[in-house]
Nanobody, 126 residues
Framework: QLQASGGGLVQAGGSLSLSCAAS????????MGWFRQAPGKEREFVVA????????YYANSVKGRFIISRGNAENTVCLQMNSLKPEDTAIYYC?????????????????????WGQGTQVTVSS
């Protein structure tokens, strides 16, 4: 199971840090991604990191503002979100991908992810 945490309410321009922790199985050999879903919109890709941590992929909308990293603990992934905007408001989900090495097209496709967390709400006020 994946457990996402760290969401909350922040003013525009502020920062939040999300974490995703795995329990019951190891995800050290899985790529990890974050997706988000705003009210009335489809789930969209945000960012992903390869199982080894040497490759990262960012949606254009968050590039330069968000940073994904694999945590010091083996089964955790962190998402540092800076310069937040009201349009970043959404439920953020973490997910695990077996990492077939296919690049961005693989990581941005939710179908390629086997395991999903329950989501954490991020609200950015203007």
């Amino acid at each position: 199971q994946l457990q996402a945490s760290g969401g909350g309410l922040v003013q525009a321009g502020g920062s939040l840090s999300l974490s995703c922790a795995a329990s019951g199985r190891t995800v050290s050999r899985y790529a990890m991604g974050w997706f988000r879903q705003a009210p009335g919109k489809e789930r969209e890709f945000v960012v992903a990191i390869s199982w080894s941590g040497d490759r990262t992929y960012y949606a254009n909308s968050v590039k330069g503002r968000f940073i994904i990293s694999r945590g010091n603990a083996e089964n955790t992934v962190c998402l540092q979100m800076n310069s937040l905007k009201p349009e970043d408001t959404a439920i953020y989900y973490c997910a695990a991908n077996p990492d077939y090495g296919l690049g961005y097209n693989e990581f941005q496709d939710p179908i390629m992810y086997d395991y999903w967390g329950q989501g954490t709400q991020v609200t950015v006020s203007s």
